[in-house]
């Protein structure tokens, strides 16, 4: 499987890349801030390629994203949007420049990568979304976290649309609504709170349905979620 993961040196999306690396018929691109990163999970495997990429300002770097996709593989089987941006702060208190901050990395960036590998995505791949319960509806809703839920909304949303506009060509598109999992951005949205759910387990469970949840799915949100938050 060709696969492309976004946001995949920290967190779950770290764990994800470090899970489906293992199988070497797996061929990964990763993408990430930061470039240590990027080089300490890519390089104990050769089937993991690492790309710089800064999903928040990804209209100035569109270009060489589509170049390196297409230097690594001739298709698209894969794409798990893992990238995401927290800033917990009340909604009366957070700056213009961080609320834009969070929509591109949550909601406009993911949506541009989409929109820019449709065209070479092979028939019966999947578009995987990683949203949150915070931007389910009828979830239940946390202070400081306005802005960081309706990004994750608006994904989820995003993800039903595209599943409908890219039926005839045979790509399916569901989004994963996590709930609590020990990450540092758990961390910082609930200071002192324990999730019963690690990165790992979680990693486990996406990967899985990354490659099988298409046969499935499509056009679904789903909730992963043993308790909120």
């Known amino acids: 499987m060709n696969i492309i993961i976004n946001g995949g040196t920290r967190g779950i ?11 070497i018929n797996n061929k990964i691109l990763v993408t990430g801030r930061d470039e240590k990163a990027l080089k300490e ?14 999903i928040s300002s990804f209209d100035t770097q569109s270009d060489l994203f589509i170049k390196a996709v297409n230097s690594y593989f001739k298709g698209v089987d894969v794409l798990i949007n893992m990238a995401g941006l927290l800033i917990a702060r009340d909604f009366t208190e957070i700056t213009n420049k961080e609320a834009r901050l969070i929509m591109e ?18 028939k019966g791949s999947h578009i995987v979304n990683i949203s949150s319960m915070g931007g389910f509806q009828g979830s239940s809703k946390y202070k400081g976290l306005s802005y960081y839920s309706a990004s994750k909304a608006a994904l989820a949303c995003l993800s039903e649309c595209l599943a409908a506009e890219f039926t005839d060509a045979g790509i399916s598109v569901n989004c994963l609504a996590l ?15 324990k999730a019963q759910v690690s990165p790992k387990e979680m990693a486990e469970y996406i990967s899985d349905f990354a490659m099988k949840g298409s046969r499935f799915y499509n056009g679904k949100v789903l909730p992963v979620a043993i308790n909120n938050p």
């Open 13 to 23: 999306g770290k764990e994800v890349t470090l899970h489906m690396a293992e199988d």
């Open 105 to 122: 990395t949550n909601f406009l960036g993911p949506a541009a990568v989409i929109r820019s590998i449709k065209p070479l995505m092979n």
């Open 41 to 54: 999970i890519s390089s104990p495997f050769t089937n993991v390629h690492p790309l710089r990429l800064d």
């Open 179 to 193: 709930g609590s999992v020990q990450t540092d951005m758990f961390e910082e949205a609930f200071p002192g709170q």
